[in-house]
């Protein structure tokens, strides 16, 4: 996995900044009931879309990051709205919040188990009657046809932790059930031959290790496309909402 406190000062500029952001928050909050007055947002990053999800009238929205230099940044953003903690150990109390999300984190866990104690954390932050929103499948939402895809196609890839029917399982088990479902685009997120071959060299790829010969192959094979620095298209990401049952039901 990335070190991401030192990915904190690339990260927006490096994956669409303020336009996928925007496109982000307003599908999360398309989930989110008109009703909710509080939201969290687990491992928040550099809190790009955290203030977008602010902007909405009413709204009180908490950010919460493990990566120190991600939280910082976080901060300046949302001036005491961010704290520093463990996604896996939420450091709320039970039924702390309306609604919680989790933007781009579950397909960086290493296997199902941790995948699913983080839904559970979630599930526990938040009340009964409560929403859950989550992205889902984001490895695949960058598969998007192009040349770029047909070079890796024979890359090793680990099971993705954060299928959608996985994800729906682990809500399943902590009382939540499915709410709906909305998608949005990853703008400047379209991959490049170039980007891409910079991207294996450090380690994005987590199956292919950066300085192994399967990254040199992926790589010279990579410079032969055409259009070195022309994005191909953007990824379109997939999120689900779940409900948390009220109580005595």
Do not use: N
Request: aromatic share 6%; glycine share 10%; net charge positive.
């Amino acid at each position: 996995m990335l070190d991401y406190s030192k990915e904190a000062d690339r990260y927006d500029a490096s994956r669409g900044g303020e336009p996928r952001a925007a496109a982000a928050a307003s599908a999360v909050l398309g989930l989110v009931p008109a009703g909710a007055r509080t939201l969290l947002d687990v491992a928040c990053g550099t809190g790009l879309v955290t203030r977008r999800l602010a902007e909405r009238p009413g709204l009180r929205v908490t950010g919460v990051d493990r990566a120190h230099r991600m939280a910082r940044m976080a901060a300046a953003r949302l001036p005491g709205a961010v704290v520093i903690g463990d996604s896996r150990r939420l450091p709320f109390p039970d039924a702390s919040f309306d609604a919680v999300c989790t933007v781009w984190l579950l397909h960086l866990l290493p296997g199902p188990d941790e995948a699913a104690s983080i839904v559970a954390e979630c599930a526990r932050v938040l009340r009964p009657g409560g929403v859950y929103v989550t992205t889902v499948d984001k490895s695949a939402s960058h598969d998007v046809g192009s040349d770029i895809d047909a070079v890796l196609a024979p890359r090793p890839v680990r099971p993705a932790v954060d299928r959608a029917e996985a994800v729906e399982a682990y809500a399943a088990e902590h009382g939540m059930a499915p709410a709906g479902r909305a998608g949005f685009t990853g703008h400047g997120q379209g991959r490049s031959p170039r980007s891409t071959v910079d991207d294996l060299r450090r380690g994005w790829f987590t199956q292919v290790p950066p300085d192994g010969p399967l990254a040199e192959r992926f790589a010279a094979a990579l410079a032969k496309l055409p259009d070195q620095d022309v994005p191909r298209p953007d990824p379109r990401f997939a999120l689900r909402a779940f409900a948390k049952r009220a109580r005595g039901r």
